[in-house]
C-alpha cells in the first residue's frame, strides 16, 4: 500500500511540474476551486489563519521535535529517526529542490506549496507511528484516521488558496510531496531495519 502511494505522489509531481514548466501555469480547476475558495473565506482573515497555522514552519518545527521526543521517551528509536527525517527531508524537497526547479511563474515559485508539505508530512508521519502492527485497531479505526488526515490537509489547502497564498495545483503538488516522502522514508528505513536483522551475529 506504501509503495502504491508513494509511486501516485511521485507522478503526481511529476505530470505537475511538467505542466507548469511547459508554461500551463493554471487550469479551469485551478481558475473554478481558487475563484469558490477566495470568494468564500476572503473575508474571514482569522479563520484563514487558524486554517494555515499547521503548514507554518514554527509550529511544525515545534510539532516535529515534540514527536521526537516523545518517540525517544517511548524507546521508539526507529521512529524518532523517522519524524526527525522524513519531515524536514519534505521541506526541504519543496523549498530548496522543486520550487526552483519548477518555478518561473510571473508570481515566484509557489508550486508546490510548502504549507500543505508541511501539514501533509506530519499528518502522514502520525498516521505510520500508529499504525505499528501491534496497536490492534479495528479496520474502522483506520479508516477514521485517513479521513481525518485528509480533512486536515484539506483545510490547510483551503487557507492558502483561501489566502491567495497558492493555487489548487499547488496544494496538490504539495500533499504528494509531504505523503510521498514520509511513506519513502519509513519503507527505507523498514528495509535497512530488516537487512541488518538478517545479517548473521
Known sequence: MAVAVVVVCALVVAAQGVWIRHGMETGWLDTTVDAHLRAGLGGHPLLLDVLVWLGEPVPAVAITAALVLACIWRRRYRQAVLVAVSVPLAAAATELVLKPLIGGTPWGNPFPSGH????AALVTVLIVLLARKDTGAAALVWVALGVTALLIIAAVAAGVIGAGMHHFSDTVGG????????????????????????RPQ
Not at 116 to 119: E, G, K, L, S
Not at 175 to 198: C, K, M, P, Q, Y
Request: glycine fraction near 8%.
Open 175 to 198: 500533499a504528494a510531496v509531504g505523503t510521498g516522502t514520509v511513506l519513502v522514508t519509513a519503507l527505507i528505513i523498514d528495509w535497512v531495519s530488516r537487512t541488518r536483522a538478517r
Open 116 to 119: 500543505v508539505t508541511n501539514a
